[in-house]
């Protein structure tokens, strides 16, 4: 072999303008040659002495995959025989060569989609737009097998763009870009090309070797010590919220489609994931701001309130001395129960937005046996003026529970106070405590009003109360049952209940037993 033959590679390719090699690969036809020497512009591999040549390319539908050639200091080499030969030969060569290009192909692909799968899923996986940022960059640097990332966020009346994180490849030490501070401002104005991007929703692509590369660009790339970067519009809901910077500072870099593909992809994802963490963010400021107004709104109205409920009773007393009529009796009554009602209003909605801003700070290990008699206890003066009869049953050991007790006081409560309120005068009450170690159980059983089943979908709903007939005296807010609900699942148990109109109902709800030798959950975490 010449040799030149074995510098033929892929960046330094065989001449397909020349020689029978050449045709061969353009027209797909096969090519014999005779008297090599005398043909212009030949282009032989063994030598001087070459003679003749046989070119067969390797075609897969309709397309050359490359050409097999033969060469011979004999003029007589090759004939129709063995040009036949070869070509069936070329044509299994073919298919292999085909089936071992679609193979890279597909693994390539596979790997390209392994490659987006994992960036989409870490920058997914987390709600804080801090994070979301960072892994937004590291994605796009490590996906595209670059040396950097940023984030800028766009500030389109100003055409402005501030940096907002920056990333930079771990292995891509011997890199030589100069990243930006934080917070750096990017006029965009100058950027004719940058400008075109943001108006396109699509990347661009600039390479410091590209003569086509504005002056000004070049200028920020060299500023930069930047090869080649890719500026990637992120967009959601038709809106840019922001930019990515991809940059290479170790070589040149062409960006291939395969790259602006997955760059697009990723580009999506990302613009999602910001636009849910914002949302997030400002969910979470409204929930603040929700949860101080409530507070708030509702120590505001405590106040007048205990006015207004005062005011009745020493109208009342002044009523009495100049005697009242039963006009009057019945409308100082009637403020009287609806000052009750919004004081319970106020006094529930306020317990219930404690419960939902409550850090575990305050949980403990607490018997829950111990608990239940004192709610009990206390609520046994309200069933005696319904002439009501309350039964406790509970186990007298294995009943540690961990979680908050001002919660969990209000929950049994809650239930105990619905049964006697939902039951007539001279019923019966039970509540049982059992426990395994797998849970506590507590429930309280009534032969009460009952809960006709088109209601009992709805009684967990804030504010819902099931009118019953015989139950529409009773003064209630509807929050006592999505408090209870609220509490015991965020003590990671359940509630549940049963209930048959004019028969009675039974509420109960189950908890994990504390966790052996006093260890919390958050210790075993
Ligand atoms: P409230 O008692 O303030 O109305 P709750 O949220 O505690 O609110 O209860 C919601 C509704 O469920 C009540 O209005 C009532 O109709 C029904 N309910 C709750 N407990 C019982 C019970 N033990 N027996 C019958 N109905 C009940």
């Known amino acids: 072999l010449l040799p030149d033959v074995l510098n033929w590679t892929e960046r330094n390719p065989w001449p397909l303008d020349r020689g029978a090699i050449g045709r061969a690969a353009r027209t797909g036809e096969v090519q014999i040659v005779r008297a090599l020497d005398m043909e212009a512009g030949a282009y032989y591999f063994i030598g ?25 200091n004999d003029d007589a080499a090759f004939d129709a025989h063995t040009s036949n030969f070869l070509e069936r030969l070329a044509q299994r060569a073919a298919v292999a060569l085909d089936n071992a290009r679609l193979f890279r192909q597909s693994e390539q692909l596979a790997d390209d989609m392994a490659v987006l799968y994992s960036a989409g899923r870490a920058i997914t996986a987390t709600l804080e737009r801090d994070e979301v940022l960072k892994r937004i960059a590291q994605s796009m640097a490590v996906a595209l097998e670059c040396s950097s990332a940023m984030i800028l966020d766009y500030q389109p009346e100003r055409l402005e763009a501030q ?8 292995t891509a030490r011997n890199s030589q870009e100069v990243l930006p501070p934080l917070k750096t401002v990017l006029p ?25 590369t504005p002056a000004m660009e070049l200028d920020l790339m060299q500023q930069m010590g930047v090869q080649a970067m890719m500026l990637m519009p992120l967009v959601a809901q038709e809106e840019v919220v922001g930019l990515a910077l991809v940059i290479e500072g170790r070589q040149d870099r062409v960006f291939s489609p395969n790259d602006i593909f997955k760059a697009e992809t990723l580009g999506s994802q990302a613009s999602v994931a910001l636009c849910q963490a914002l949302l997030y963010n400002e969910v979470r400021e409204l929930e603040k701001l929700k949860s101080e107004m409530i507070r708030m709104a509702s120590h505001d109205l405590r106040n007048p309130l205990g006015n207004l409920m005062g005011y009745v009773e020493l109208l009342d007393m002044s009523f009495r001395r100049t005697g009242k009529t039963s006009e009057q009796d019945e409308f100082l009554n009637n403020v009287r129960r609806s000052a009750k009602i919004m004081q319970s209003l106020i006094d529930d909605l306020l317990t219930l937005e404690r419960v939902e801003s409550e850090r575990e700070a305050q949980w403990q290990v607490f018997d829950l046996g111990a608990l239940v008699y004192e709610v009990v206890e206390a609520a046994r003066s309200s069933a005696n003026l319904k002439r009501q009869i309350v039964r406790l049953e ?15 006081r209000q929950v049994i409560a809650n239930l105990v106070g619905n049964a ?27 032969n009460g009003y009952g809960i ?17 007939p015989g139950t529409d005296h009773i003064v209630g807010t509807g929050l006592g049952l999505s408090l209870v609900k609220t509490v015991v699942e965020r003590h990671s148990g359940q509630v549940w209940f049963e209930s048959t109109p004019g028969v009675g109902s039974a509420f109960g709800f189950w908890l994990p037993p504390a966790p052996p030798q006093g260890r919390t959950n958050r210790d075993r975490a």
């Open 394 to 408: 509970r186990a007298a050991t294995g009943t540690l529970a961990y979680g908050s007790v001002t919660q969990l």
């Open 420 to 446: 006697i309120k939902y039951t007539p005068d001279e019923g019966q009450i039970e509540v049982s405590l059992s426990g395994s170690d797998e849970r506590l159980e507590v429930i309280v059983r009534d």
């Open 188 to 212: 965009l104005g100058d950027y004719s090309t940058l400008i075109d991007a943001l108006a396109r929703r699509r990347p661009v692509i600039l390479r410091a070797a590209d003569a086509h």
């Open 48 to 72: 001087e002495d070459s003679r003749a040549q046989l070119c067969v390319p390797l075609v897969m539908r309709g397309e050359v995959l490359g050409v097999v050639t033969l060469e011979s």
């Open 163 to 170: 940096v907002l994180v920056v990333y930079r490849v771990g």
């Open 452 to 468: 006709s089943p088109e209601r009992q979908v709805r009684i967990f709903e804030r504010f819902y109360r099931a009118r019953e």
